[in-house]
């Protein structure tokens, strides 16, 4: 192949996540990887998350303020580009339409050469949780938005006239917990010490004992590859 045709290596990332936070336990150690290589990483987060507390005292609007600057703190930790929030209502996500365009509006936005996203399929590979709804939206409405949305100029012609040209993404990795993954990202003390540092800034959310129940998540993702820790996903290698 001549030097003229060699594809250039990737160096932009969007990741599309329900809520704030879901990023840090299932990718960032990835993002943290990416970002000290020089990468452009943009999150992009579907809902306000304004319905995880159990405080008596917390009203949505409150929580959601909260969580927004917690995820802005996180990205900063990790060194991503920007964070968009979507806004959509937390806990009622689905995979409507109106999320699918606004997914491939900053798709178009930023032209990410890969993308990731949750699973848009219920799991049962694990005892203690049966996953929630708004991460299965935002992953169906995130893959819907990389093909054909964001590829196709006949679709939404009036993101062309907000000077948004169509983009095609060359990879989409979906988060897993291993069972059905096909690439595992080997993951150095200092990325997981950074995955956890930005975890932690969702102070709201995470419990006190993140920091062994991390290490303990990327040990049994990396043992599937004989690895000390990695994070593992789906990847699609998609077709121009």
Not at 127 to 150: C, Q
Request: proline share 5%.
């Amino acid at each position: 192949m001549s030097e003229a045709n060699q594809e250039k290596p990737h160096s932009k990332a969007m990741v599309v996540m329900a809520h704030a936070d879901d990023a840090e336990f299932s990718c960032s150690g990835t993002v943290a990887k990416w970002c000290r290589e020089g990468w452009e990483v943009v999150y992009v987060l579907c809902t306000d998350g304004s319905k995880g507390s159990d405080d008596l005292e917390m009203t949505p609007e409150k929580l959601a303020a909260i969580r927004k600057q917690e995820q802005i703190e996180a990205g900063k930790i990790l060194g991503i580009k920007t964070v968009e929030f979507l806004d959509y209502p937390d806990s009622y996500l689905t995979p409507s339409l109106d999320l699918r365009k606004d997914i491939a509006r900053v798709i178009r936005k930023h032209k990410p050469d890969v993308l990731i996203c949750p699973s848009p399929f219920r799991s049962f590979d694990n005892n203690s949780y049966i996953g929630h709804p708004d991460h299965m939206a935002a992953g169906e409405a995130a893959l819907a938005a990389v093909y054909p949305t964001a590829r196709d100029r006949l679709t939404y012609p009036d993101l062309i006239k907000e000077g948004l040209e169509p983009h095609k993404v060359k990879e989409v990795w979906i988060t897993m917990g291993g069972g059905a993954a096909n690439h595992w990202v080997e993951l150095t003390e200092e990325h997981l010490e950074l995955s956890m540092k930005a975890l932690k800034a969702h102070v709201s959310q995470v419990p006190p004992d993140v920091d062994s129940r991390m290490r303990e998540w990327k040990a049994r993702a990396g043992s599937l590859r004989g690895l000390r820790y990695a994070e593992a996903f789906r990847v699609f290698k998609l077709r121009g």
